[in-house]
């Protein structure tokens, strides 16, 4: 093996055992550094320095015996020891998924959160087993790796089952993209006995119709206390997640022209969750057309002639007309505000809508008769954007401290003081579940 570098375009060539040879060009840094073009193999453009040196070689003969030993190390298939030793493998993350976005099948939230997951796995490999290439990983180190994901601390705190899962699946999607590259022969985690089932016992903690209002009431009422730079739209937003069920990023991404006060199954607008520039939902399914309630219109109204954000923007505004990106800190000062001492997040409000929606009643004329069924979760899952019920009933659907709720109309005020007032459970025959075929009528 042998390699020398050409002086006449600064191309360092590398002989393989073969006979076949190895190229890639040197670029000179602005700060007078070098920089070796490994993109042809996957591995970036890194900047060509000493072992354990932070700052790149300013010496144009030291750079072309770095960039030997790059390509030496490419040729070895590892890249141990040298500036490139992650990015190879970082890079073919990268590549895996530029592919699955290209063709729609990434929104950029879970491009982000399947980048992280994936990397957190290459860096296990990484450090335990010193692996500097995809191939090197078997079945073998499948079980170590769960062990670790499992009992390491990220950001503070550790992985629950389904979150382990997730970075499992997420690797398991783009070691099937390997196979098909050609980068391994075969996924180290097809069908592996490791790998964990769903854990389905997680309850995520929701807030009753009365701890809503009540978290409604203090967002409304320190609105006046706000600083300058903060979301003044917060209260109107809280009560779009509370009164649809929808997700943060489809009340967030809303724009002026998705919203009607007009028209709708209950006669108080309509609210279009779609794609748009700022924004895409999760899966064609989340596009949908959600029926406001006449205490969520009522706040719209009011929002919209005291606030008048442009009719071709965003409906919620953040600075400079942009999206904003996420409100944790509001949540949180209106949760201490309001006394509620449970883990509420933004994702809450959808566990706490279904809810409160599975003890609603619809009320249909039979007769002379106005007969009360309970709410079909099928009808709730449309409306949040479940592409079945059984997500809606299995995962969202949280059973109640107190007895059923007796409205027809979401409102949460109205919920709180039927709570204060002492609630009644349903006359008999009027089920809590929507698979039931009883009902009965009020007289």
């Known amino acids: 093996m042998a390699g020398h570098a050409s002086n006449k375009n600064s191309v360092v060539t590398y002989t393989r055992k073969d006979g076949s040879i190895l190229r890639a060009k040197l670029e000179p840094r602005p700060e007078g550094t070098y920089a070796i073009d490994l993109r042809a193999f996957h591995r970036g453009r890194p900047t060509l320095k000493a072992p354990g040196d932070l700052r790149g070689t300013k010496s144009l003969g030291e750079a072309k015996q770095y960039a030997l030993r790059e390509l030496e190390a490419i040729d070895r298939g590892m890249a141990a020891g040298t500036p490139s030793a992650r990015v190879g493998p970082q890079t073919q993350v990268q590549a895996y998924i530029e592919q699955r976005r290209s063709i729609g099948g990434m929104t950029t939230e879970t491009a982000a959160a399947a980048y992280t997951c994936i ?102 009422a320190g609105r006046k206390n706000y600083p300058h730079n903060a979301c003044h739209a917060w209260p109107e937003i809280l009560a779009t997640q509370a009164y649809t069920g929808a997700r943060e990023n ?52 009011a929002y919209l002639a005291k606030a008048k954000p442009r009719q071709d923007g965003l409906l919620f505004p953040g600075r400079n007309g942009a999206m904003w990106q996420e409100l944790r800190e509001a949540m949180a ?35 002379n008769k106005t007969v009360y069924f309970a709410t079909d979760p099928a009808v709730t899952a449309k409306e949040v954007g479940h592409g079945s019920d059984r997500m809606t009933r299995e995962v969202y659907t949280h059973a109640s401290q107190h007895p059923a709720e007796d409205f027809t109309d979401l409102d949460y005020a109205t919920a709180a003081r039927v709570f204060k007032n002492g609630l009644r459970n349903p006359p008999a025959g009027r089920a809590a579940s929507a698979r039931a075929k009883r009902s009965t009528s009020r007289r």
Request: aromatic share 12%; charged share 25%; hydrophobic share 40%.
């Open 250 to 301: 489809e009340v967030l991404g809303l724009m002026v022209a998705d919203v009607s006060l007009v028209g709708g199954d209950r006669g108080a607008g309509v609210i279009h969750f779609r794609h748009n520039g700022y924004r895409k939902l999760k899966n064609d399914e989340s596009e949908r057309v959600f029926s406001m309630w006449r205490a969520h219109a009522r706040i719209l109204r």
């Open 333 to 367: 000062r209106d949760l201490k505000e309001a006394g509620i001492t449970k883990q509420i997040t933004d994702h809450s409000m959808r566990h706490s809508y279904i809810s409160a929606r599975s003890r609603m009643f619809a009320p249909r004329r039979q007769g």
């Open 119 to 220: 990397i957190r796995m290459w860096a296990f490999f990484h450090d335990a087993y010193q692996f500097t290439a995809w191939r090197q990983v078997d079945r073998e180190h499948i079980a170590p790796l769960v062990t670790h994901l499992f009992t390491a601390e990220f950001k503070g705190r550790r992985l629950k089952r389904n979150t382990v899962l997730k970075h499992l699946n997420y690797t398991k999607g783009f070691f099937t993209w390997c196979v098909d590259a050609g980068i391994v022969k075969a996924s180290p985690l097809k069908e592996h006995s490791s790998v964990p089932k769903p854990d389905h016992s997680f309850q995520r903690e929701w807030l009753e119709p009365n701890e809503v209002n009540d978290l409604l009431t203090a967002a409304f």
